[in-house]
T-cell receptor, first 112, second 112 residues
């Protein structure tokens, strides 16, 4: 597509529930990244996919977080047993290797 | 390790004032450098970039010059507008040209 698409744009969930966040990158971009941005904080790297290589999961904060990228395109970030500290804006970005990112508009997750 | 350091905000200016937001980086070699902007309620957007030493990136009246001698990429604008109020992030590509390494962001508020 023309841009990086993320859904839902907003998600309110109860503590302890699982959530899935979706990212549809720009067609032809081989790299896909997930970040999160908490209020007043910088960007926190979560996970990176590049082509068919094993993903770089070094930023995932706990084993409750996981992500998949199917067919080298759409990615899903799953948070299990959500906690209040998981509340943040989750940003997805894609790029061609070695170039700057194009970001989606993000999913604002609120855990109540 | 590799890092990006930005001046802390918030920065508050009057309309038509001169803007400088400092950014320095640590790196071996000469990574590509970027400035991203996040307007209130919106996602991150690439503002400008420079891919090699002495390059000058420019967009929307903003400029930044890749200075390898001082490992800096300071963002400047000669005359800011209220519409420039946003958070500005400096970033550099990691040595393996995969992930972006981010500064913490600098909030700019321009008053009429």
């Amino acid at each position: 597509g023309a841009g990086v698409s993320q859904s839902p744009s907003n998600k309110v969930t109860e503590k302890g529930k699982d959530v899935e966040l979706r990212c549809d990158p720009i067609s032809g971009h081989t790299a896909l990244y997930w970040y999160r941005q908490s209020l007043g904080q910088g960007l926190e790297f979560l996970i990176y996919f590049q082509g068919n290589s094993a993903p770089d999961k070094s930023g995932l904060p706990s084993d409750r977080f996981s992500a998949e990228r199917t067919g080298g395109s759409v990615s899903t970030l799953t948070i299990q047993r959500t906690q209040q500290e998981d509340s943040a804006v989750y940003l997805c970005a894609s790029s061609r290797l070695g170039e700057g990112y194009t970001f989606g508009s993000g999913t604002r997750l609120t855990v109540v | 390790g590799d890092s990006v350091t930005q001046m802390e905000g918030p920065v508050t200016l009057s309309e038509e004032a001169f803007l400088t937001i400092n950014c320095t980086y640590t790196a071996t070699g000469y990574p590509s450098l970027f400035w991203y902007v996040q307007y209130p309620g919106e996602g991150l957007q690439l503002l400008l970039k420079a891919t090699k030493a002495d390059d000058k990136g420019s967009n929307k009246g903003f400029e930044a010059t890749y200075r390898k001698e001082t490992t800096s990429f300071h963002l400047e604008k000669g005359s800011v507008q209220v519409s420039d109020s946003a958070v500005y992030f400096c970033a550099r590509l990691a040595g393996n040209n995969r992930k972006l390494i981010w500064g913490l962001g600098t909030s700019l508020a321009v008053n009429p």
